[in-house]
């Protein structure tokens, strides 16, 4: 039937974001997209070459953006896999990122999660996966 792509999110400080992604996620720019007609920039974050077709995140940058986004209600999160949850959560601590739910097990079962959040405060869960 189709396959998922990618989540486009909406972010202020399209350096930050990026550097957010890459230096505490391990994501790498896939691709960038500058629309000056539009005044926007489209920039695809990922795992390696994204050659196994893993989704991607898209940061869209629209220049004139003054005013931080509201996330709505409806937004819950992102997942990425990691090897070690705690690790991964000390990771984004040392690089200036916020961890908001420390590394433990999921209420009510086993697997390790955390949750951090980006620049723009988009939660990202982090499950542990061996």
Not at 37 to 63: D, K
Not at 71 to 77: N, P
Not at 105 to 124: C, L, M, Q
Request: proline share 3%; hydrophobic share 40%.
């Amino acid at each position: 039937m189709g396959s998922f792509l990618h989540t486009m999110l909406r972010v202020r400080d399209l350096d930050a974001s990026i550097a957010f992604y890459r230096d505490l996620l391990g994501m790498h720019e896939l691709r960038r997209n500058e629309v000056s007609a539009g005044r926007y920039t489209l920039v695809f974050m990922g795992y390696a070459s994204n050659a196994e077709g893993q989704a991607e995140i898209e940061l869209t940058h629209n220049w004139d953006q003054q005013e931080p986004y509201e996330l709505g209600a409806a937004f819950g999160h992102l997942a990425v896999g990691v090897p070690d949850v705690a690790a991964a959560c000390e990771h984004v601590r040392q690089g200036g990122g916020r961890v908001v739910r420390e590394a433990g097990p999921v209420k009510h079962g086993t697997t390790v999660i955390a949750f951090v959040e980006d620049p723009d405060r988009y939660k990202i869960e982090l499950i542990e996966r061996r």
